[in-house]
């Protein structure tokens, strides 16, 4: 069964700092990973997939890396702002791109002013 | 991306009580819809997946008969929670995916259901 565990589960940094969110999963089985964020009360908002075959993605001040074969992505934030505070969340899809995709728990950022 | 749209964003009803929450997808045909169940400070968690046209395949421990999930169309799925209990009150959000297996989904605002 998979599992996703993400490291903090909260973080608060001062504006401006970079800083790096932590995914992992025990099966190494994915088909591929995304990265979404969750304002309170809100839906989910996807920010970055990346495929099992590749190794990063990139969209502005977010970077994505994914290590398969350790079981592990991680996001990096640049030049964090106030408007980035949210949950972050992880979420792996099985080899064969089936329905279930596994959630990690999220790490809830807050970047102050 | 794609839109997705979910209806009501809030609702409380009283206990005994059914509700019926919508997803739409608004831009595009979705073939897959998917409802997660979400409690404060969890992860989300699968309760079921719908193919347009047939019976929904919930995941294991989820009450079929209470949690009604209609996909009659390719743009709109709808989950009803039957005979609501304060346990119920979570937060419930839909995802939609046209096409086959490997295109990705697109997910809604979420609902926060509050029984009493």
């Known amino acids: 069964k998979q599992e996703v565990t993400q490291i903090p589960a909260a973080l608060s940094v001062p504006e401006g700092e970079n800083l790096v969110l932590n995914c992992s999963f025990t099966?190494?089985?994915?088909?591929?990973l995304q990265w979404f964020r969750q304002d309170p009360g809100k839906g989910l908002t996807s920010l970055l997939l990346i495929q099992s075959s590749q190794r990063e993605q990139t969209s502005g001040r977010l970077n994505a890396s994914l290590d398969k074969s350790s079981g592990r992505s991680t996001l990096y934030i640049a030049a964090s702002q106030p408007g980035d505070s949210a949950t972050y969340l992880c979420a792996v899809r099985p080899t064969g791109g089936g329905n279930k995709l596994t959630f990690g728990t999220g790490t809830q950022l807050k970047v102050e002013l | 991306g794609a839109v997705v749209s979910q209806h009501p964003s809030r609702v409380i009803c009283k206990s005994g009580t059914s509700v019926k929450i919508e997803c739409r997808s608004l831009d595009f045909q979705a073939t897959t819809m998917f409802w997660y169940r979400q409690f404060p400070k969890q992860s989300l968690m699968l309760m079921a997946t719908s193919n347009e046209g047939s019976k929904a395949t919930y995941e294991q421990g989820v009450e079929k008969d209470k949690f009604l999930i209609n996909h009659a169309s390719l743009t709109l799925s709808t989950l009803t929670v039957t005979s609501a209990h304060p346990e119920d009150s979570s937060f419930y959000i839909c995802?939609?995916?046209?096409?086959?297996?490997?295109?990705?989904?697109?997910f809604g605002q979420g609902t926060r259901l509050t029984v009493v």
């Open positions: 099966d190494s089985a994915i088909y591929n």
């Open positions: 995802s939609a995916r046209a096409g086959t297996v490997n295109t990705e989904a697109f």
